[in-house]
């Protein structure tokens, strides 16, 4: 099992006692506050809208796919606002609030237990480093870090990676989550119990239910028509999930360390997420808002548990933390400086020209 050279360090201790003195003296909780119950309200009540008037029938034909992408979307900003703060135990200090509102996921179509697994356990606490972290992993389409030997194929991976991107909920939904069921626990190396594969089963028949059969059911439209709709739904979660999340780790600046022989990673976990995570547009109440501030991807790698509406506040304590550390604090300053670093470093890495072990910057 990898492990870090140290476990712990003055960064960690400071960061923990300067973020308990904030919450402390401000007299707030660390979990979710109104602003995110309000935010909560909004998209999940936007989400149940657009589909109901999609399953029963009350949007035009005409207007239907439209309404499919937007319903899309929508899910897509009650996994950035709500399920993923839910699968990190950031909403409340009670556990079965934290799962019921996780479940959101299951009926979107991707499992939360096995994000919370691959999530959670897999790419924080080994951000960046091959082998472990899942999101490093991406098939045989994309290169991800130096440590993967390109094809001639991906040497055009910067201009097909939005198209696949798209595609990413698709696969989630049909594959990923029964072949994550069956692999082994990343944490202990056993193989997970055989109940996974039928509770994986069950969901997707739940989601499959809501998302197809109860519009075929009561919407009047017809199945190549559903199945249209389901379709652009999925596309139009997928690919502002896949490039919210890539954005932060995957960019020009970030690195991708490897272990020794030993498995000894080098420095700290937090000096390792510093040099493995960008934060983009955090000065953006926009993107923080509509992303459930995955924009300060710092500051939620730092601090999992606590809620992302909180991030804001303690972005400036962190990035003095980081500097009086001599440690870097990457900020791409908009969305699209993000994409643009993201694509480019795409480029390199599909043509061998980031160097293995570092990163680009």
Known sequence: MLHYERAGDALTLELRRRVDEYFRSSGRSPKADRLFWSKLALFVATTVALW??????LVPRPWALL??????????AVGFNVAHDAVHGAISARGWVNRAWGRVLDVFGANSANWALAHNFAHHTFTNVAGVDVDLSPGRTL???????????????????????????????????????????????????????????????VHLGVYLGVPLACAGYTVREVLAGYLVCLLFVGLPIALVFQLP?????????????AGV??????????????????????WTFITGGQNHQIEHHLLPHVCHTHYPALSPLVRE???????????????????????RLLRRLGRSEVPTGEGPG
Not at 176 to 189: I, N
């Open 52 to 57: 109901a008037a999609l399953a029963i029938g």
């Open 67 to 76: 309404a499919c992408a937007l319903l899309g979307l929508s899910m897509a």
């Open 143 to 205: 290169v991800f870090h130096p440590h993967q030997r390109p094809a001639r194929l991906h040497r055009y991976q910067h201009l097909y990676a939005p198209l696949l991107y798209s595609l990413a909920f698709v696969a989630w939904v049909v594959a990923k989550d029964l072949r994550q069921a069956l692999m082994r626990d990343p944490r202990t190396g056993a193989r997970q119990p055989l109940r996974r594969v039928p509770e994986v089963l069950a969901w997707k028949a």
């Open 249 to 261: 780790h995957l960019t020009e600046g970030t690195i991708f360390p490897h272990a020794d022989e």
């Open 265 to 286: 990673l080098p420095g700290t976990f937090a000096a390792h997420q510093l040099r493995t995570t960008a934060n983009f547009a955090d000065g953006s109440w926009w």
């Open 321 to 343: 933390l980081a500097h009086a550390h001599g440690l870097s604090y990457r900020v791409e300053p908009s969305f699209p400086a993000a994409l643009a670093a993201h694509f």
